[in-house]
C-alpha cells in the first residue's frame, strides 16, 4: 500500500488534488491510503508515516519549503512533490531533493507520469531495504546503508 500526504492549506486544492491522485491510483489498480493536512506545522511536530507528501509551499505559519528542510533534517526519506502556483521556488526544490514540481492548476497528464515514476522508485526502495516502524514514526532504510544489528534486551539495534 503507498500512503500519501497532502499539505495545502487551501481545503479545496487539497480536496481536488486527492480526488485526482485517488482516480489515477485507482485505474491503475493500486492499493494507496491519502490523508489531508491543512498545516505544515502538524507535518513537523506530529508522526509522518507516508511514502509520498504533495507539499503546497505558500502558506501561513511555517511555508512549504521550510517544512520540507525540516522534514528532511528529521529522517524524512519519502518521496516529495511541490505543488505550487508559484514557479519563483523551483530551484530551491532541489535542495530538499524534491521528485517534481507542479504548478497550479495541476496538469493530469504530467500528475500521472510523475505517480508512475514516483511510484517506480518507490517499489524499488522496497525492494531493497529495511521498515523501521515506531509508535511516533516509521523511517525505510536502504539495505546498502546496514552494518548490522543487535539486540540488546528485546531492543533492536541498527548501525
Same mark, same amino acid.
Given at each position: 500500500m503507498i500512503r500519501i500526504a497532502i499539505?495545502?492549506?487551501?481545503?479545496?486544492?487539497c480536496e481536488?488534488?486527492?480526488m485526482t491522485v485517488s482516480s489515477i491510483l485507482e485505474k491503475w489498480k493500486e492499493n494507496y491510503q491519502i490523508v489531508c493536512h491543512p498545516s505544515a506545522a502538524g507535518l513537523l511536530w506530529g508522526p509522518l508515516d507516508c511514502d509520498l507528501l504533495f507539499l503546497d509551499i505558500r502558506m501561513p505559519g511555517i511555508d512549504g519549503m521550510r517544512a520540507a528542510g525540516?522534514?528532511?533534517?528529521q529522517g524524512f526519506s519519502g518521496e516529495l512533490i511541490f505543488v505550487t502556483a508559484f514557479s519563483e521556488y523551483m530551484p530551491d526544490a532541489f535542495e530538499v531533493e524534491a521528485a517534481d514540481y507542479l504548478e497550479k492548476p495541476v496538469? !493530469?497528464? &504530467?500528475?500521472?507520469?510523475?505517480?508512475k515514476r514516483v511510484l517506480q !522508485?518507490? &517499489?524499488r526502495d522496497r525492494e531493497e531495504s529495511f521498515c523501521i516502524r515506531t509508535a511516533n514514526w516509521c523511517r525505510t532504510i536502504p539495505f546498502g546503508e546496514i552494518y548490522y544489528c543487535e539486540v540488546i534486551n528485546r531492543k533492536?539495534?541498527?548501525h
Open positions: 499539505c495545502d492549506d487551501e481545503t479545496v486544492m481536488k488534488l486527492k525540516g522534514l528532511r533534517e496538469d !493530469r497528464e &504530467r500528475l500521472e507520469r510523475t505517480l !522508485r518507490l &517499489r533492536i539495534f541498527v
